[in-house]
């Protein structure tokens, strides 16, 4: 089938995340010219470099300082073309995603992990225990999942057009007074190292920061470690009732592997599991495992890593 297909692009520290050339991907497995749309601007001259894409959208504009979805959604909906929008299933994404199909009256589908012309998508539900394949008729949103599909490579020229909708939303923050953490989130990291009630105390979390900005990773949390301890905050935790992360490569450290906390993680490309217990259950869905305390495995962990990279 083909048709239009419209990707609102994903944005980290003002330039494109990886999740874009992913959602490039996944759209050239259904065909049809695909627009990308960057909102604030962000990222647009590295997507016109991805192959397959035939136009960019950059649209500037004071509502995009600050994030509001019905701000943002507003300025970037009168630029959509054809029946089928993609976004990711970041937190922002889905927002951004269930914003736009309400004002376009469009069904959406969060969170899909496959695409196939016709289009039938497929995403896990009950906590990642089963796989759902639905039949989506166009016109549809749909988010997609971090890491779930193959990125489309570099080499594009697509035309960038640049539009400013400055005065024109009806709703702009105009100051965030919260703002969001320095560090990496767990949610857009390429690897993920988390803690559990096993690191004995928060300020033991510092060994996972350190190897963390050693290897460029984020560091996350069980509901465990987030519950007993009030330095860890919420925004760390990955799970049912947390996030759900798809890195490359998710470390977990100190955690006991319950059902809860598997439904956040196990779909990581690459799992090591780090516990004393070989009995732990952590170890059942792990690709490697290292029965030993983290305090005689993280310094280890960390020399070889840190002479990897160095490399
Ligand atoms: C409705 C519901 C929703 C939930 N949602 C989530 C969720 O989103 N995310 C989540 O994580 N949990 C969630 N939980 C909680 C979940 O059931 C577990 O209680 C929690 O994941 C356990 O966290 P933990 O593995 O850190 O702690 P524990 O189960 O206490 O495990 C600690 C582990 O650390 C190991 N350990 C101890 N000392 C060391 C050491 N020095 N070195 C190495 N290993 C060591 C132990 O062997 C043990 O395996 C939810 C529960 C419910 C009921």
């Known amino acids: ?24 991907g996944a759209a050239s497995s259904i065909g049809g010219p695909v627009s990308v749309i960057c909102p604030g601007g962000f990222g647009s001259v590295e997507a016109a470099k991805i192959a397959g894409v035939s136009k960019v959208i950059s649209i500037e504009g004071d509502c995009f300082d600050s994030y509001d979805s019905m701000a943002w959604s507003g300025a970037i909906e009168p630029f959509i073309e054809g029946d089928l929008v993609l976004t990711s299933s970041s937190t922002l994404g889905r927002e951004i995603s269930s914003a736009i199909a309400a004002k376009k009256g469009f069904p959406v589908v969060q969170d899909i992990t496959s695409l196939d012309d016709g289009i039938s998508v497929t995403r896990s539900i009950f906590s990642g225990k089963a796989i759902e394949e639905l039949e989506v008729s166009v016109p ?38 919260a703002k969001a953490g320095e560090r990496l989130d767990v949610a857009e990291a390429d690897i993920v190292i988390s803690g559990g009630r096993g690191m004995g105390n928060p300020s033991n979390f510092s060994h996972l920061y350190e190897l963390a900005d050693e290897i460029g990773a984020a560091v996350g949390a069980s509901r465990a470690a987030v519950d007993t301890w009030e330095e860890i905050p919420h925004s760390m935790q990955v799970g049912q009732t947390g996030k759900t992360v798809t890195p490359n490569l998710y470390i977990a450290v100190g955690i006991s592997g319950a059902i809860q906390h598997l439904a956040g993680m196990r779909s990581s490309k690459y799992i090591l599991a780090i516990n004393k217990d070989p009995e732990a259950p952590i170890f059942g869905i792990a690709d490697y495992g290292i029965v030993a305390t983290w305090e005689e495995s993280i310094p280890a962990l960390k020399e070889h890593l840190s002479a990897i990279m160095s490399d």
């Open 140 to 177: 549809c949103v749909l988010s997609i999942r971090a890491n779930s599909f193959q990125p489309a490579d570099v080499g594009g020229e697509a035309e960038i057009s640049t539009v400013n909708v400055s005065q024109q939303v009806s709703v702009a923050v105009k100051e965030a007074l």
């Open 1 to 24: 089938m083909i048709m239009d297909i419209t990707i609102i692009s994903e944005v980290s520290n003002d330039s494109l995340h990886p999740v874009t050339a992913q959602m490039v």
